[in-house]
């Protein structure tokens, strides 16, 4: 069997910066033809000009003969200010403009602490009408991990959108069915992105037999019901749902530790996983939307013209993928996938 769809686009990728940009960037272009670059760098990405100069050293690790368009994101802190954004809107480069609430994740120290500080800059991306991209996480110790998404809903995203009626608004890989619910329920102008990894994985993977650095991420793994109203909505003809990979390299011993950190890497068999997710599902005919056609809609960039073939042939993937001098675990290290893409 064969599946030709538009080339695809991956509107939520960790790219990091230096020498490991030579082994994840070939990954992310041989895959997708544009991809929302995350700027949760060390240090974080906060201005247009260090944007311009990031997406200059990803394209200069997009192999020869590639095409690859990084479309880059500025870290909203809690002194952004509107000019900023106003700059960001004129610059060619810069797409969007992503909040993490400070401590909720990987490299999120510089985030946002008061969400009254960035109610001007917010007023300002919603008058140049700049998508805001959002780590969708509360981060006070005393909640549940597992509730930490629903209640970001109920004290930052509801009001948000109430006060901002037409901010452009991405719930930024969601986990769980009131996230799908809420963003059902908003207007056309609040989508969310879904990853390859939670769609295929509920938090039983977490504990397989022991327990699993290399299937944690943020937000975690949820419960059956959560993955099952996920494929839900990316099957589903609701154009507020698109591909996101939040694939998130971190070398080995940076997983493989007292303290490992949140991440899973997915650019390098991205499609084919969403793939198994969609026959699963018994939606192939919806992966190309959900793919290629509504996140360029959503963004109000033309879809891409260019097509990609996948062909339901296994494909082994390797133990563990070079990342700098150090190495990095792949999503299903060692095993197969069933889908591969045709050369
Ligand atoms: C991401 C990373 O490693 O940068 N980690 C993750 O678990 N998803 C950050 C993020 O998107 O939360
Ligand atoms: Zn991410």
Known sequence: MRLE?????????????????RDVVPA?????????VMPNLKPPVTTVAEAEAYRRRILDAVPAGESFDPLMTLYLTDRTPPSEIEAAKR????????????????????GVTDWGLI?????????????LLMHGEVTDAEIDVFDRERVFLERHLSPLCADFPNLRVVLEHVTTADSVAFVRSAGDNVAATITAHHLLWNRNELFRGGIRPHAFCLPVLKRERHRQALVEAATSDDASFFLGTDSAPHARGRKESDCGCAGIYTAHAALELYAEAFEDAGALDKLE?????????????????????????EQEIAAELPYGDEVLIP??????????IAD
């Open 5 to 21: 769809i538009t080339k695809p686009d991956d509107w939520h990728l960790h790219l990091r910066d230096g020498a490991v940009l």
């Open 28 to 36: 992310a272009a041989r895959q997708f033809e544009r991809a929302i």
């Open 91 to 110: 610059s060619a480069a810069v797409h969007a403009v992503k909040i993490y609430p400070a401590g909720a994740t990987t490299n999120s120290e510089n």
């Open 119 to 131: 109610r001007e800059t917010v007023a300002e991306m919603a008058r140049v009408d700049l998508p």
């Open 289 to 313: 939307s959900f793919a290629s056609h509504r996140g360029p809609d959503f963004y109000g960039l033309p879809r891409n013209e260019g097509k990609v073939s996948l062909v339901r042939e």
């Open 331 to 340: 999503m299903r290290a060692g095993e197969k996938t069933r889908w591969r």
